[in-house]
């Protein structure tokens, strides 16, 4: 997993910087709309919406 | 390249610890002793804080489901406790819990509600700023897209920030309405983002965690350190007060009948 | 007593916006609580200042 591999074999753990935090708060917005299929749905609904 | 050490070990050294201080101690220290035991025993912190920083911590923070302290007979430690320990561990940058409390989705912001993607003006960083800065956001239209997370920051503010940050950061949440469920001992209660963030302006308790006492508003505003707060309901407060001083005195005339 | 998680009944739903209107006219009975709650905040500590300085021009008088 993505934690053991950063823990690397110096048993220490890189300090983020804020765009990372604001990377992966980004990729898990993705991921929870895409888990949710009923909002994709709706979000392309709106953007095709918006397209015409 | 700074780092940090994957578990607890190092905060809780007393003899050597050389990590960040919150206010002049271990910020280990925040959390009272039985508690603290609890969670580095938990199954939770052992599997799925072990080595988190900043960026990971939030892929656990998605999906917490409940806020709340401990549980059941022997006071099982709640994820969003031991997350809330993990940030006292990492101590992470102003910006970065900035984040964690007002960070929303730029696809859905730009695409859908703000429609006009391009003619963006401020660059990001400043944006959380200017959310406290105002005082208090748009009503219905949160920031803070994962409203746990926005929870955890909240809670880590109020116990790691000096008492004028709190205030400024913290009261704009108590117009964030949205539903968050408790752990309580025995089950589940409802509650929301604007209750929980009252408690943590004027309890002395909150989630299995005593929060040290910040001086009360009114004596941050006669040393002008603070703004008098002005209540998002704006002009309705006094037509809302009309109405329930109506509602009281039909109350009263009801029972002194009855 | 053995305690498990799954024993415990779970039937609170933190879904949001299922009744917008409510939730709205919820929030703003607590946001009013709050305002009146500081507002007697302040009132009682007029009040203590009021009565504080009664009592000191109380004894002044009773010194004469």
Redesign the interface.
Known sequence: R???L??GE???????R?E???????W???K??EEVGGEVVD?GE??ER?RE | ??????DARALLDDRGYSGALIRGQNPALLIEKAVRDRITESYYWKEQC???????L??RA?SLAFIGGTYGGVGKPTPFLCLLFKMLQ?V??R??VL??LN?R????ED??EE?EGENEGAP??KENEEVVMRGFEGLGKPRG??KYLRALAAFYIRLAWEPVEIYRTLEPLLSDWRKLKRRTREGFVLTTVDQFVDDLLTKDRVCATALWKIPARSLLEDLELLEPRVSPLGDELEELENEMEGVEEMRNVGSEEG | KFWDDEDVPDEVDDTDGVEPEAERVAWKLRELQRVKRERDALVAAEKEREEVERRRNLTAEERE
């Not at chain 1, 110096?10 to 983020?16: H, L, M, P, Q, S």
């Not at chain 2, 390249?1 to 994957?6: D, Q, S, V, W």
């Not at chain 2, 072990?50 to 990971?56: D, E, I, P």
């Open positions: 993505q934690h053991l950063k823990v110096t048993g220490e753990v890189k300090v983020a804020v990372e935090v604001r990377e992966r708060l980004r898990l917005a993705r929870r709309r979000l709106r953007l918006r | 390249m700074a780092t940090h050490k994957p072990f080595g988190l920083n900043a960026a990971t939030c892929d998605a990492l992470p940058e910006a970065i984040e964690y960070f989705d730029r696809t859905e695409e859908v429609g990001e960083e897209d994962f």
